[in-house]
Structures are given as structure tokens and as C-alpha cells.
């Protein structure tokens, strides 16, 4: 049944794709993707908590037959990214043009995430993982909302090329002692690959899913690629497609090189956790910065999936370490994160989506529309900025409350190096919450809450019943979690033979592992939250006898003008700015245009800011240099003379006859 759903969603996506790529009937197209979308809901409802049925697709890859399965964790991590997805597919990009490539990406995307979670062979799972990022490129590509679409998605495609080249040579690497291109071989020999084959597959693997997932320092991709497409493109990237690299990631550090001593394995995760943690941190600072709903948002998605990484880092180090049911709390803490995020994310970018159709742009500024919209939109959207910013009792606080409870455990490890990383990693996560805190203080209250002079808009009712959906969604995982937790019963005792996602709840309590340790309950926090409620309206009530008194705001003797007067999203993120100069190496300029020979009259001002990347400059740019000279020097090829070519073939033909005969 399971596999039956899956079929009938390939086969939607299949035939929405080609009805997109004729440009024929984009409304049945979209139809067929959110169709699709359904059928792969459904089948990780009826499936969990156990896995698919393997099955053989009819075709073989270097000789090798090409089987599918989906793990439980595959199915968690492929359900919750499918709700947005369904939404953004329903409601498409709001460009006016490019709508049938985007869908034809859409789809493509879908087809290829669906094969990350599901292909069971090396062979079969890079032609997937191409075709997920061609239609990433394309979704991008199609909707030309930015002047200069090309460079931030080429710039993309060439970091995650770099990162296909890693994942190719690991693949090679561990198919080379397992003589075969099946993953199952891949984890039969893992306990006997020697030791410097694991740390080198084990640190390509990184490169490899972290140029998806936005790891430093590719994550310096993520504003341009975000903020040169849409809100439903980017809902997608956020949601599916990360949790299908963070799968494969997971897979591939848990399953396929453990390594043959714990000191390696250890080592392993230590890496891990430094690499994720620093790249949380940088996420959020540059997130902060951002005045484009896109771009922070983005920024904000390199943060969760770094957020989840560090988890799988101290599964490998508790696993290692011999704690098998830590090292299962942390792979599950890892889960349910990227579940809420998956969803809250999708929220806030069809959120982003909505403002363009009403205001004409993503920029964040005061424009009113809470006011003027739905009370149903402003909850959804309010509900996914709180589980961003971890505030209670959204989804993103019950993850992030058990990511602190997690390494919190450190003390239990043996080695020294161990339990300080666990508690340095503490330090850096707390500083990533609390800037992600301010980041959507920020989203929403200049935003979405600012007031504004100009005329009112109204919001469309797709926008507001996906954002609303989602919304609800976000509050629904964090309200059930003691329910949805049984759904990773076997995705945890497949993997480290432990229960741990059943002793991650005392009935309605959440614990990690043990109430004796630490306890929340959003189940108990929500029904005892409205009779909190009662406390200021009985205050109100009481003191209704007493005027009101109302007073004019001082302006500092300018005009009464309080959208000009209103705090910017420049200005909220000054100070943290200044304070954090080393790291963003704030550049500003400003240009004064005079009135002809008269310079003392300034008829224009006009005041540019930014911040510099950290990586581009020294990283980046080299690299593209290099490769703007090599274009140079093998413009030659392109001569276009006879004799050229015929000299080159008659080489070719010498290098081949020599190979042949020697």
C-alpha cells in the first residue's frame, strides 16, 4: 500500500512535469503536483512507524539492480517536508512569468528527493541527487524575479557540484572494499574499512550533503540562490529538499563509516559538531542583518540544518562513547527539529510570497498587513516565527528544548574532549537561539506588524489559508509530540537497538530519557495557557473605572510622523552590528548629488550599506578567477581552424592506440 502511494505520486509529478514542460494547462499541472504531494502524505501515514517494502525497479545501473526503501526516518523527514511543499504547489511562484518551467522544477525536485530518501544504491542515488538540484536551478531560473538570476544560481550549482564530486568520490571509496554500489554493502563491510578510508568518507560526506545543507562555508550561496526566486521556491528548498540531504547525511556518517576504532568515530562527530555549530552561529548573525524576507529566511534555514547536524555529530560521540540510548536521543532530537522547521519555514515563506503579491516586493518594512489581513494569516504566521524563534510551545521550542537537553548529557561521556566540545557546543547554540530570537522579533514586528500610512491591501485567500495551515501545523506536532513520537519507534531501534523515542515522553511529559533529568509539557502548557489568559483580562475588567489617559509622543520637535519616526530593519539590527564588527565588516557609502556647479546644495542623498561575506572574498573569488583564466587559456579549442581539430584527433587517436597496445 505504502509503495502504491509513492508510485501514484511519481507518476503525478511525472505527468505534471510534462504537461509544464508543453506549456499546456499550468492549472492541471499544479493540480498533479499537490495530487502527488497527497499520495506521499498518505503513504507515510499509513507506513509508519515501520519502513517500505524494498522493491526492484525494473532497469539496472552498471549491471547492478536499482532497489527502493524507505526507512522510518526517511518517511518522517519525507512527510513533513511534503506539507509545504503541497501548499507552495498549490499556490506556485507569484511571478507573472516562467510559470510552466517553475512547475516543470517543482516537479523534477520532487521526483529527486523522493529518490535520496528511497534508492539504495550509489549508481542510482547521484542521478537523483543531480536531478533534485537541476530542479532547484530550474524553479529559479524560470521565475526571473531578480535582474541578475544567472550568477546566484550558477554560483549555486557550482558549490553544489563540488559537493556531488564529494559525495562521488566517497561512493567510490566504500564500493571499492564492498565491491558493489549497494548501500546494504556499504554497511556490511563498514566495520572492516580501514581506518583512514572512514575519516576521509566520513569528511567528504560533510562537504558533500553540507553544500545542501548551507555548512560553512557554503552557506554563503543561500541569500543569493533564495533571494533570486520566490517564497514557494524557497519552501521547497527549506523543506524537502534539506530534509532529504540531512537523510542522506545522517545515513551516511551512521551507517556507512563508523570506522573500526571509537577514537576515530569520536573524532568524527567532534568534527561534526565544530563544523555545525560555527556554521548556526554565522547563519544567524548574517541572518539578523537581512532586509529581505528571502534572504533571512535563508539564512535562517543554514541555522536549523546546522542545528540538526550538531545533533547527528553527538550521536556519533555518544555512540562512540558506548551510550547508545543518548546517541538515539540525539539522532531523534535531530528528526523532530527539522520536522518543525519544515513547516514553520514553509510558513513564513509563503508569508514572504503574500507581502510580494500585496506590496509589490520582499523587502521588510512597515506595510500593515496584519491589520488589513485575515486574523487567520496573521496566526499561522505568528505561529511559525514563534517556533523559529523557540518560543514556547511551538515546535521549534520542543526540538531546541531537547537539542540543549541533549548536550546537557556531555557529563556522562569518558573523554575529556568530549564532554568540553558538548559544553562548548552548548555556549554556541545558546547564542544562536538567542540571536534567532531577535531575528523573527524583527520579521514580525516591522514586517508584518508595522504600521504604515499607505493604502490598505488585502490578501489573497490561497495565502491566507496555506499560512494559516501551516500555522496550525507547527502548534499540532508540538501539542501531539507525545503521540508522534511512537512514529520513530523503529527509525531509532533499527539504527542503535534502543527505545528511546518511547522514553522520550512520561505520558503528556516530555523528557529526555528520564523526568528525573528535566520535563515540559506543551500538551499541559496549551490547555493551561487560556487560564492564564484570565489574569490581565481580570486586571482590565477590574480597572475599568479608570480613564484611559492619552498623550501625545514627543518626535524631538519634528513632525508628528510615526511611520517616519518607526524603528527600521536597518536600525533594529545596529547595535548587534557594531557590537559583532569583526565578523560582519560593515561597509558603507555614502553619495551626495549637487545641483550642478553649486556643491553646497545637495539635491540627492543616497546612503548604501552592507555586510562582507566571510568566505567569498578569500574562498570564493580565488576560485572563480582560476577559473575565468583556465576559460581563457582553453578558449584555443574554439579556434574554429581545420588543422586544429585534425591534430587533436590524430593525438587522441595515438594516446588510445599506445593505451591498447601497452
Known amino acids: 500500500m505504502p509503495n502504491d502511494l509513492l508510485a501514484a505520486a511519481v507518476c503525478a509529478w511525472f505527468i505534471a512535469a510534462i504537461v509544464a514542460l508543453f506549456r499546456r494547462a499550468p492549472v492541471l499541472s499544479r493540480i498533479l503536483l499537490v495530487v502527488g504531494c497527497i499520495c506521499g502524505i498518505l503513504a507515510c501515514l499509513v507506513s509508519l512507524p515501520n519502513d517500505t517494502t524494498i522493491v526492484a525497479l525494473p532497469t539496472q545501473l552498471i549491471g547492478q539492480p536499482v532497489n527502493f526503501k524507505m526507512t522510518a526516518a526517511g518517511l518522517w523527514l519525507f512527510g513533513f517536508g511534503l506539507a509545504p511543499a503541497a501548499l507552495a504547489c498549490a499556490l506556485a511562484s507569484p511571478s507573472r512569468q516562467g510559470q510552466a518551467g517553475w512547475l516543470f522544477g517543482a516537479a523534477a525536485t520532487l521526483i529527486g528527493a523522493l529518490g535520496v530518501f528511497g534508492i539504495q544504491d550509489g549508481a542510482g542515488f547521484l542521478i537523483v541527487w543531480e536531478i533534485m538540484s537541476f530542479g532547484g536551478a530550474v524553479m529559479l531560473l524560470s521565475e526571473k524575479l531578480s535582474a541578475d538570476v544567472g550568477r546566484p544560481v550558477l554560483f549555486m550549482l557550482g558549490l553544489l557540484e563540488v559537493g556531488a564530486l564529494a559525495v562521488l568520490v566517497t561512493i567510490l571509496l566504500l564500493a571499492y572494499p564492498a565491491h558493489s554500489f549497494a548501500f546494504e554493502a556499504f554497511r556490511s563491510v563498514a566495520s572492516s574499512v580501514p581506518y583512514w578510508i572512514a575519516i576521509l568518507a566520513g569528511v567528504l560526506l560533510v562537504v558533500g550533503f553540507g553544500a545542501k545543507l548551507g555548512l560553512l562555508p557554503f552557506y554563503e550561496w543561500f541569500p543569493g540562490a533564495y533571494g533570486a526566486g520566490s517564497g514557494a521556491s524557497g519552501a521547497l528548498l527549506s523543506g524537502i529538499v534539506t530534509n532529504a540531504a540531512f537523510f542522506a547525511l545522517g545515513r551516511g556518517l551512521l551507517d556507512w563509516v563508523p570506522g573500526q576504532t571509537a577514537i576515530g568515530a569520536a573524532g568524527l562527530g567532534i568534527f561534526v559538531i565544530i563544523i555545525a555549530v560555527i556554521s548556526a552561529i554565522l547563519s544567524a548573525l548574517y541572518a539578523f542583518q537581512e532586509e529581505d524576507w528571502r534572504t ?55 508569508t514572504a510570497d503574500a507581502v510580494y503579491r500585496a506590496t509589490g516586493g520582499y523587502a521588510i518594512f512597515h506595510n500593515d498587513l496584519l491589520r488589513s489581513g485575515s486574523w487567520v494569516f496573521g496566526l499561522g504566521a505568528l505561529f511559525a516565527a514563534m517556533s523559529l524563534a523557540a518560543m514556547p510551545p511551538q515546535a521549534g521550542f520542543v526540538s531546541e528544548w531537547y537539542v540543549f537537553q541533549t548536550v546537557f548529557q556531555g557529563f556522562r561521556l569518558d573523554s575529556l574532549a568530549g564532554r568540553l566540545i558538548m559544553g562548548l557546543a552548548g555556549a554556541g547554540l545558546a547564542l544562536t537561539v538567542a540571536v534567532a530570537f531577535a531575528t523573527f522579533v524583527k520579521v514580525l514586528g516591522i514586517g508584518l506588524l508595522g504600521r504604515s500610512s499607505r493604502p490598505k491591501t488585502s490578501l489573497s485567500v490561497g495565502s491566507t489559508v496555506a499560512v494559516g495551515l501551516l500555522g496550525l501545523a507547527v502548534l499540532a506536532l508540538a501539542v501531539g509530540m507525545p503521540v508522534w513520537l511512537d512514529a520513530l519507534r523503529l527509525a531509532v531501534a533499527s539504527e542503535f537497538g534502543t527505545q528511546a523515542a518511547r522514553d522520550m515522553h512520561d505520558g503528556f511529559l516530555l523528557v529526555p530519557l528520564t523526568s528525573k533529568f528535566a520535563f515540559i509539557s506543551p500538551t499541559l502548557l ?33 513632525d508628528h510622523d510615526p511611520e517616519r519616526a518607526s524603528t527600521t530593519a536597518l536600525t533594529f539590527s545596529n547595535a548587534l552590528r557594531t557590537f559583532y564588527s569583526f565578523i560582519y565588516r560593515p561597509t558603507e557609502e555614502v553619495q551626495r548629488e549637487a545641483n550642478g556647479a553649486v556643491h553646497y546644495f545637495v539635491q540627492r542623498l543616497v546612503f548604501t550599506q552592507e555586510v562582507a561575506p ?35 584527433i590524430g593525438g587522441l587517436f595515438v594516446i588510445v592506440l599506445a593505451l591498447t597496445l601497452f
Open 526 to 558: 496549551v490547555i493551561v495557557m487560556p487560564f492564564l489568559a484570565l489574569i490581565p483580562i481580570i486586571l482590565v475588567l477590574a480597572n475599568w473605572r479608570f480613564a484611559v489617559r492619552r498623550v501625545p509622543v514627543w518626535y524631538g520637535g519634528f
Open 296 to 350: 533571512l529566511l535563508s539564512f535562517s534555514s543554514a541555522e536549523n540544518a546546522s542545528i540538526a547536524v550538531a545533533m547527528l555529530g553527538a550521536a556519533l560521540i555518544f555512540r562512540a562513547d558506548g551510550h547508545q540510548e543518548l546517541a538515539s536521543l540525539a539522532w531523534v532530537v535531530s528528526l523532530l527539529h527539522l520536522a518543525g522547521h519544515a513547516l514553520a519555514k514553509g510558513g513564513l515563506l509563503l
Open 614 to 648: 566571510i568566505f567569498g572574498p578569500h574562498l570564493f573569488v580565488p576560485a572563480i578567477r582560476m577559473v575565468y583564466f583556465a576559460a581563457t587559456k582553453l578558449r584555443a579549442l574554439q579556434s574554429g581552424h581545420l588543422n586544429f581539430y585534425l591534430g587533436l
